[in-house]
């Protein structure tokens, strides 16, 4: 039976049902895909050493092997800091203000690729399957062929690709494309970027595009396809009716006492826009004064990359916004927005989001988002919450029955929160039996074998897919 390699930047020792959760949606995604395979996570321990030695720490977790490396401080700073976050982020979710060139990330960003493919090379076996994710490693591949890596190699992509046009106007784009043409299986979370991928393919490179998503290039046939993440439907549910969910729900919802409760849960990153949902929720609180004092907003934000300067500004400017709000609409016994910076385990966030009337999921571009998906399978059916979801969410392809909303306007989120609020039950029961059945039929055990099985490609036999 082949093994699994994964590989990606961070590896996120997985925690005990009610420990802190990992945050992130690829770290949450894949301790549920290694739980169920043998084989190994390798990546980045997260620790910063003083001079790089390439030492290989292994250890077991919860029935997941993993194996890690630490990282210099320049290395930390030009590769993960620099390359992946200050380029090639900002530049995936469209935000080339954002975006910085510099010559020494690009140095970095290879020079750590080239120090992940010495490393993890000597852990492969000739039967593994090697599956990279995100963009922090796209030239893993390429650089595990030049080692003599003949496997079956994918890739897949957890954030958005952006649209050709932007794309140029990143220095080398070329060789960083091409250098992804390594793999044999190349993943996106949505037909819209997949689609950009290809159009960047066909227009900057010139390859023909089959019709089966295959492309040729250099005589070798590359998969190209959209595979949408999903969550661990199971774990979550069964934590969402667990006493400790039960026990954070209660505990709330007391403390709301009757008034009704939006809730945000995300990593403090400028793509989740987190600063037009505070202005929206503001708008609402203006537009509507008799609901003013009845409504809280809770907003759930553990900070994030907070080396980077975009990172510091987003923080500061909640901060500023919430204390605006706050300042004008706060009593001496109630406040309209709750703004915690911190992680919670998952099963008090599972009791946190039944809590709530309202998921307000509003990023500017996000390549899936996972919340949106929690928020619907964490809901009583008998009397669920409604999703206001941004239409620049990859989920908002699949979550047709969310309220979608253009999270760039105020108004129409401050109008769409009016609505959700009020809406009758029976559309509510409605609108979340579609979306529960949506999330349920394509969690992350679904995403992993439509994965695994592309991977395995044409050379997988009956009894060897089987066995995955
Ligand atoms: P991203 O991958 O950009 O962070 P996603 O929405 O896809 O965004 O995934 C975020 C994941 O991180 C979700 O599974 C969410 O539950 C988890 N998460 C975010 N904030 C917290 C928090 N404060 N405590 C625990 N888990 C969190
Ligand atoms: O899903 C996007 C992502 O960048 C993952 O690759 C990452 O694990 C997660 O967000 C959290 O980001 P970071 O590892 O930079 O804290």
Redesign the pocket.
Known sequence: MSRLIVI???V?VPKAAGAAGA?????VALNSALREHRGIWFGWSGQEVEEFTGHLDMQRNQGVTTATIDLEPQDIEEY?NGY??RTL?PLFHYRIDLTEYDRNFGEGYERVNARFADSVRPLIEPDDLVWV????LLPLGSLLRAKGVKNRMGLFL??PWPPTRLLVSLPFHERLVESMLAYNVIGFQTEEWLNSFLHYLEKEMGLPIGEDGHVEYQGRKILCKAFPIGIDFKEFTEGANSDEAKEAHDKLKASVRGRKMLIGVD?LDYSKGLGERFESFGRFLADNPEQASQVVLLQIAPP??GDVASYQQIREDLERKTGHINGAYADVAFVPIRYVNRGYPRRQLAGFYRAAEVGLVTPLRD?MNLVAKEYIAAQDPEDPGVLILSQFAGSALQLKDALQVNPHSIEHVSETIKLALAMPLEERRRRHEALYDSVRDTDVVYWREEFVRALFGEEATPDTRESL
């Not at 945050?23 to 770290?27: D, R, S, V």
């Not at 994710?133 to 922090?136: E, I, L, R």
């Open positions: 990606s930047n961070r996120s945050q992130g949606g690829l770290a993960y992946a976050n982020w994710h995100d963009y922090h957890h954030t990593r994030s990359r390549g």
